[in-house]
C-alpha cells in the first residue's frame, strides 16, 4: 500500500498551460505503471496519459498533441504536462498507480479552465 499525493491543480485561462505533479510515499516491488485520468463533472474517467516503469509513454491520440507524461524515478515521481488547455480540459485530474493487476488511486486535483 503506497499514499499518492498529488498537487499543481489550479484554475487556467483558455490556452494556458499547467503541469501536474504526482508522487508517492511507499514501496513498490516490482514494474509498475504510473498515470493521469481525468473525470469532468458527468463524465467517465478517462486516461489521460500513463508511463511505464521502463519509461514508455501512452497517450490517447486526441491528447498527444497536447499533453505529455514525464517521470523521475529518483523521486518516484510523474509530471503530467498540460499546454493549450481549454474549457473541455476541466476536470478532476487524479494520479493511478498500477502494479500488476492492482490500481492505486489519488484523491485528485481540480483542473479548471475558464476565461
Known amino acids: 500500500q503506497v499514499h499518492i499525493h498529488e498537487s499543481g491543480g489550479d484554475l487556467v485561462q483558455p490556452g494556458g498551460s499547467l503541469t501536474l505533479s504526482c508522487a508517492f510515499d511507499?514501496?513498490?516491488?516490482?514494474?509498475?505503471?504510473m498515470g493521469w485520468y481525468r473525470q469532468a463533472p458527468g463524465q467517465q474517467r478517462e486516461m489521460v496519459a500513463q508511463i511505464t516503469y521502463t519509461g514508455t509513454q501512452i497517450t490517447p491520440e486526441s491528447l498527444a498533441a497536447r499533453f505529455s507524461i514525464s517521470k523521475d524515478n529518483t523521486r518516484d515521481a510523474v509530471y503530467l504536462h498540460m499546454k493549450d488547455l481549454s474549457t473541455e480540459d476541466t476536470a478532476v485530474y487524479y494520479c493511478?498507480?498500477?502494479?500488476?493487476?492492482?490500481?492505486?488511486w489519488g484523491q485528485g486535483t481540480q483542473v479548471t479552465v475558464t476565461s
Open positions: 493511478m498507480i498500477e502494479l500488476g493487476t492492482t490500481i492505486q
Open positions: 511507499g514501496t513498490i516491488s516490482g514494474p509498475y505503471t
